[in-house]
């Protein structure tokens, strides 16, 4: 599947990689891929997370996806409906942060060094790649382009899809902006 890649897919995959050492975790996961396609200049992906204001909220959206890590990958609206049932997740997740480590509730539990020198791609980084692959097969296109993966990353629920709806953006507007700066291009 990688052979199929554009440049600007593969390099997002390398700083989804780096990503991990920044972020501590010790898989490739959705905010890794996200994080990482944000870090991006002058890519189609770059130009409509631009176009929608994400880049300029890049500290906002990072500060987020490590909200939700530390949370166990629970979004703020999944706090909010806690909440509404009287449960208060913060104080859930600082209890058992109390009581077994910083960031036991994460995916790759309490943080501490990681020895690894390579950095797996979680179930979800997986999913979203072979996502990537059949969003480009559906729209025709030969290849897979850091479009396609932003695409992947808001096209079902998941961590980044949650903290990207937070900051008002959906795969409708994704989708829309893509479409728009595909037409640009072709005039």
Not at 154 to 175: F, Q, S
């Amino acid at each position: 599947m990688f052979e199929k890649f554009t440049a600007d897919a593969r390099a997002v995959v390398r700083g989804a990689v780096e990503q991990t050492d920044r972020t501590g975790s010790g898989t490739v996961g959705e905010p890794e891929l996200l994080l990482a396609l944000l870090d991006r200049a002058d890519s189609p992906a770059a130009e409509a997370l631009g176009a929608l204001g994400v880049h300029e909220r890049r500290e906002s959206v990072a500060d987020a996806l490590a909200a939700a890590r530390r949370r166990g990958g629970m979004s703020t609206a999944d706090a909010a409906a806690l909440a509404g049932l009287g449960i208060d997740l913060d104080e859930i997740v600082a209890r058992v942060e109390q009581a077994h480590g910083v960031g036991a509730l994460s995916a790759d539990g309490p943080a501490g060094p990681r020895k690894r020198a390579r950095r797996p791609f979680s179930a979800e980084a997986k999913s979203v790649l072979e996502r990537a692959l059949r969003i480009a097969v559906g729209r025709g296109d030969r290849y897979i382009g850091d479009e396609h993966l932003l695409m992947a990353l808001t096209a079902r629920p998941g961590p980044a899809a949650a903290v990207l709806a937070d900051h008002g953006v959906t795969y409708g507007d994704v989708v829309r902006e893509l479409g728009e700066a595909r037409g640009r291009r072709a005039s």
